[in-house]
C-alpha cells in the first residue's frame, strides 16, 4: 500500500480543552482529552519535523493565529474515517472518532438556537485548547464563527463521512454528529441559501450567488459531506441542502472543450476569468450528488471537467496555483506556477470519483498521471511523497530567477500530509491507477498548434504513457514513439471521456487518432506494478 499515516499520526496530540460558553462536545465529562493536529511541521537539519502553529509564538506559548485549526482537524478526520472504513484499522477509527470530537469542541453550539452563531465554527485553538475567534492577522469572517466559512464547510465534510462511518458501528455517537450537521447544515440555509436563486453578473457572465463563502470550491467540500450523510439517511432537509448547493456549483463550469477553461468547474463564485489548484474537488462532489441523487446536469460537469479541462491541465504543466484568462481564450496565462499536494489530490479524487460515478474506464489512467505529480511529474522532477515515512512536502515554489524552475518546499505541515494521504487512499483503491502513477518521469512535453502531449516513463522498469489531447474541431492523427518492443494499449476518448477506440498494438512508432477536443492515452505497461 502506497498510504502511510506515520507522519499525520506524529501532528496528533491530544490535548482537554477548558470549559467554554457554547462549545462542547461528546461525552466530553466522561472523555476530558479530545484530538487536534500542529497546523505546521518544520523540517529540521537532520530531517526530522518540528510541529508548530500558526503565526508568531509568544512567551506563554500561544500563538497570534493558533496551534491547531478546524480546517485540518475536520480533513484529519477524512483520512483516518476513509482508512478505517478501507483496511478496518482499529487505530485509524479511535483516531477519527477523537478528531471528531475534537472538531465538534470547535462548532459552536449555544443552548439559544437564535443565537446568528449557531452551527459556526471557531476557526483556530491555542496549545492548552483555548479558542482564539479572532487571529492576527485577522481573516474574515471575524470572529471566526460569526459567517459562512472554508472551517464551516470542511466542518460538514468531516461530520458526513463520519457520520456515514459510525451509523453502523456507534449509534449514539454517529446520532450525536448527524444532531451537529444538521446544526452546520442549518447555518448553510440561514447564511448561504438564503441568496438562493439569486444571480451576479461576474466578468458579463450570472454567477450563483448561493455559494458557501463564495466558493464552489468550498461548497464542493461540504457537498462530499452532505452526499455521505443523504446516502444513509433520512433527511430531507439535508438532502434538499445538498440539491440547492449543487445546483450552484453545477453552474460553475464554464468553457467548451475548445475555448477557456475548457469545461472546468471554476472555484470562485467571484470570478470567471481565474482557475486555482487549491481547493479542487467540487467535480468529484457533483460525480458523488449524480450517484446520490441522480442529478444530470451535475454528472455533465463533473465529466467536463474530468475529461475536457483535466488532461488540457495535465499536459500544460500540471495543477498551477491560479491560471486566468478571458473567457473564448484557446489559452491561459500562468500567473502563480506555485504547485500543491492539495491541487494534485484534487485531480485524482475527482477523476475517480467520476470515472466511477460515469463508467469512464480512461479517467481511471487519467487519476494515475495526475497522480504521477506525487512520484515526480511535476516542475521539480522530484518525489512529493514517501511512502516509507508519509511524509508530503509542503509545495514545490517557483524559482523566476532559475528560468522558472521548480523547487521543493520540504516542510510537511498537515494540509500537505492529509491531501497526500487522501491521495494515497484513492490510489490504493484502484491498483490501476496506483501503478500509472509511478510512471512519473517526465521525458517530454509537446505543445503544438492543435495537439498537446507529454510522455512519462518509469526509469527502472521501463513502463511508458502517452497523454494527448486535442483542441482541434476534428479528428486529428499523431505519432507516437513506443519504446522497446513490449506492446501498448491505446485509449481515444472523446471531451466527455466516453471511449470510442480500446486496442492494443506493438512497440515502435504508432500512429493514433486524437477526437475533436478529445484526448487519447498510450500505456505500455512493462513492468511498471513493481515499486
Known amino acids: 500500500m502506497l498510504t502511510n499515516l506515520a507522519h499525520l499520526d506524529s501532528l496528533r496530540v491530544r490535548i482537554a480543552p477548558p470549559a467554554v460558553a457554547g462549545h462542547t462536545t461528546y461525552r466530553l465529562a466522561e472523555e476530558p482529552q479530545v484530538e487536534v493536529v500542529w497546523t505546521y511541521a518544520s523540517r529540521l537539519p537532520d530531517g526530522s519535523y518540528l510541529p508548530c502553529g500558526g503565526g508568531e509564538q509568544a512567551t506563554d506559548g500561544d500563538y497570534t493565529q493558533g496551534a491547531f485549526n478546524a480546517d485540518d482537524i475536520a480533513r484529519a478526520a477524512v483520512?483516518?474515517?476513509?482508512?478505517?472504513?478501507?483496511t478496518g484499522a482499529a487505530t485509524s477509527r479511535s483516531a477519527a472518532r477523537q478528531l471528531l470530537r475534537g472538531l465538534c469542541f470547535l462548532q459552536t453550539a449555544p443552548e439559544d438556537d437564535t443565537d446568528p452563531r449557531a452551527g459556526n465554527v471557531v476557526l483556530w485553538q491555542q496549545p492548552d485548547g483555548r479558542l482564539n475567534a479572532s487571529a492576527e492577522p485577522?481573516?474574515?469572517?471575524?470572529?471566526?464563527?460569526?459567517?459562512?466559512?472554508?472551517?464551516?464547510?470542511?466542518?460538514?465534510?468531516?461530520?458526513?463521512?463520519?457520520?456515514?462511518?459510525?451509523?453502523?458501528?456507534?449509534?449514539?455517537?454517529?446520532?450525536?454528529?448527524?444532531?451537529?450537521?444538521?446544526?452546520?447544515?442549518?447555518?448553510?440555509?440561514?447564511?448561504?441559501?438564503?441568496?438562493?436563486?439569486?444571480?451576479?453578473?461576474?466578468?458579463?457572465?450570472?454567477?450563483?450567488?448561493?455559494?458557501?463563502?463564495?466558493?464552489?470550491?468550498?461548497?464542493?467540500?461540504?457537498?462530499?459531506?452532505?452526499?455521505?450523510?443523504?446516502r444513509i439517511s433520512d433527511d430531507e432537509d439535508a438532502r434538499k441542502v445538498l440539491e440547492q448547493l449543487a445546483e450552484g456549483v453545477t453552474a460553475m463550469r464554464t468553457g467548451t472543450p475548445w475555448t477557456w477553461p475548457f469545461?472546468?468547474?471554476?472555484?470562485?463564485?467571484?470570478?470567471?476569468?481565474?482557475?486555482?489548484?487549491?481547493?479542487?474537488?467540487?467535480?468529484?462532489?457533483?460525480?458523488?450528488?449524480?450517484?446520490?441523487?441522480?442529478?444530470?446536469?451535475?454528472?455533465?460537469?463533473?465529466?467536463?471537467?474530468?475529461?475536457?479541462?483535466?488532461?488540457?491541465?495535465?499536459?500544460?504543466?500540471?495543477?498551477?496555483?491560479?491560471?486566468?484568462?478571458?473567457?473564448?481564450?484557446?489559452?491561459?496565462?500562468?500567473?502563480?506556477?506555485?504547485?500543491?499536494?492539495?491541487g494534485a489530490h484534487s485531480r485524482v479524487e475527482s477523476l475517480l470519483a467520476t470515472g466511477r460515478a460515469t463508467g469512464r474506464p480512461a479517467l481511471t489512467t487519467m487519476a494515475g498521471v495526475a497522480g504521477s505529480w506525487f512520484f515526480g511529474n511535476n516542475p521539480a522532477g522530484a518525489p512529493m511523497y514517501d511512502p516509507a515515512t508519509g511524509v508530503t512536502y509542503d509545495g514545490i515554489d517557483i524559482d523566476d530567477t532559475a528560468g522558472g524552475a521548480g523547487v521543493v518546499h520540504h516542510d510537511s505541515g498537515a494540509e500537505s500530509t492529509i491531501h497526500g494521504l487522501?491521495?494515497?487512499?484513492?490510489?490504493?483503491?484502484?491498483?490501476?491507477?496506483?501503478?500509472?502513477?509511478?510512471?512519473?518521469?517526465?521525458?517530454?512535453?509537446?505543445?503544438?498548434?492543435?495537439i498537446h502531449s507529454m510522455a512519462l516513463v518509469h526509469p527502472l522498469t521501463g513502463a511508458h504513457l502517452t497523454l494527448l489531447r486535442s483542441l482541434a474541431t476534428s479528428t486529428r492523427a499523431a505519432d507516437v514513439v513506443v519504446p522497446g518492443d513490449a506492446p501498448a494499449t491505446v485509449s481515444v476518448n472523446d471531451p466527455g471521456g466516453e471511449e470510442l477506440e480500446h486496442y492494443t498494438t506493438t512497440a515502435g512508432r504508432i500512429r493514433v487518432l486524437v477526437p475533436a477536443g478529445g484526448f487519447t492515452i498510450v500505456v505500455q505497461p512493462g513492468r511498471y506494478d513493481t515499486p
Open 138 to 230: 485577522p481573516e474574515p469572517p471575524d470572529p471566526s464563527d460569526s459567517g459562512e466559512s472554508a472551517w464551516l464547510a470542511r466542518t460538514i465534510w468531516a461530520l458526513g463521512e463520519g457520520y456515514a462511518a459510525f451509523h453502523g458501528d456507534d449509534p449514539a455517537f454517529a446520532a450525536f454528529l448527524r444532531v451537529r450537521l444538521r446544526l452546520a447544515a442549518g447555518a448553510v440555509r440561514r447564511q448561504v441559501l438564503c441568496r438562493y436563486g439569486q444571480w451576479r453578473l461576474v466578468d458579463d457572465m450570472s454567477t450563483p450567488a448561493w455559494l458557501i463563502a463564495d466558493g464552489a470550491d468550498l461548497t464542493g467540500e461540504a457537498m462530499l459531506g452532505l452526499c455521505e450523510y443523504t
Open 422 to 450: 487522501l491521495a494515497m487512499l484513492a490510489l490504493d483503491a484502484e491498483p490501476h491507477a496506483a501503478a500509472v502513477a509511478r510512471i512519473a518521469e517526465q521525458t517530454v512535453r509537446i505543445e503544438g498548434s492543435e
Open 79 to 86: 483520512v483516518y474515517t476513509r482508512h478505517w472504513r478501507a
Open 263 to 342: 469545461g472546468a468547474v471554476l472555484p470562485s463564485g467571484l470570478s470567471r476569468t481565474e482557475w486555482h489548484a487549491w481547493a479542487g474537488l467540487a467535480p468529484a462532489a457533483l460525480a458523488r450528488v449524480y450517484e446520490v441523487c441522480g442529478d444530470l446536469s451535475a454528472r455533465d460537469a463533473a465529466l467536463a471537467d474530468a475529461a475536457s479541462f483535466t488532461p488540457h491541465l495535465l499536459v500544460g504543466g500540471g495543477p498551477d496555483n491560479l491560471r486566468v484568462a478571458m473567457p473564448g481564450a484557446r489559452e491561459a496565462l500562468t500567473l502563480d506556477g506555485v504547485q500543491l499536494a492539495y
